[in-house]
């Protein structure tokens, strides 16, 4: 979580939804930075509400806040997940982490697998991105969901608020092809990180819709336990136009 009590911002990272990159881009100008752990980074809306609205009231009370995130399209989410877990460092390890490998699995398999009654650990992303946003009434309480592929919508609303021109750079990109070979991913991540530096942009292609490689029972079957993220990012990308600000001391 990133905040800028001058400009009254509080930007909520998202898990796989360009969280590094958006900390990366925004830390040098932002007041408060939680940072570390993911549980510490990745701080959802209901512990916001919980602990950090409090204190933002308490401290900054003339000041009104808008909390904003990204969300991504459900389906894809969870592909960036299933492509984050086939990375081969992870493929590599001998230990109890090597069990969150989707290596040698395919995505329909994944999605199968995360469908079940208790999903094995290589699919289990620990929650949903609505479970993220939802305040503590059940409802999304994020101010401004921004979809992921509109990013650069977000990125011009911060240059514009901080006042600052502003770059978002590319960092902790999964791997855009799995190979059941662990050397032969290897192979293709090392190829992958010197595209990065070489300035190639690794989210193009990030557009591209998972739910076509996918039988139609299992996206009917995802599209009914996630039903509320669906709906949320469909809201989202209806509400795109812009952003409303609320002010955390106002009586609620």
């Not at 109890?96 to 992303?125: M, Q, W």
């Not at 076509?212 to 209806?238: M, V, Y």
């Amino acid at each position: 979580m990133l905040i800028s009590a001058r400009h009254g911002i509080v930007l909520l990272l998202t898990p796989k939804c360009a969280s590094t990159a958006l900390e990366t881009m925004l830390r040098p100008h932002m007041d408060l930075s939680l940072s570390g752990p993911p549980q510490v980074r990745h701080t959802n809306f209901r512990q916001f509400e919980a602990f950090i609205k409090p204190y933002l009231r308490e401290t900054c009370p003339q000041t009104s806040f808008q909390t904003i995130c990204l969300m991504r399209e459900p389906t894809a989410w969870l592909y960036s997940w299933y492509r984050f877990r086939a990375r081969s460092d992870l493929r590599s390890v001998r230990t109890a982490e090597a069990r969150n490998s989707t290596g040698g699995i395919s995505f329909p398999d994944f999605v199968r697998a995360y469908l079940s009654p208790r999903p094995p650990a290589y699919a289990d992303p620990g929650g949903t991105q609505f479970d993220f946003v939802r305040n503590s009434e059940g409802q999304n309480g994020v101010d401004w969901i921004v979809p992921y592929e509109q990013v650069d919508l977000l990125v011009t609303h911060l240059s514009r608020t901080l006042g600052v021109p502003l770059h978002l750079p590319v960092t902790n990109v999964s791997p855009k092809a799995m190979y059941r070979s662990s050397r032969i991913q290897w192979a293709a991540d090392i190829v992958q990180r010197a595209k990065l530096q070489l300035g190639f942009d690794a989210r193009s292609g990030a557009s591209e819709s998972p739910d076509l490689h996918l039988p139609s029972d299992i996206t009917a079957a995802l599209r009914r336990k996630l039903a509320d993220d669906f709906r949320t990012f469909g809201r989202a990308q209806e509400a795109v136009s812009g952003p409303r600000t609320v002010a955390v001391h106002a009586a609620e």
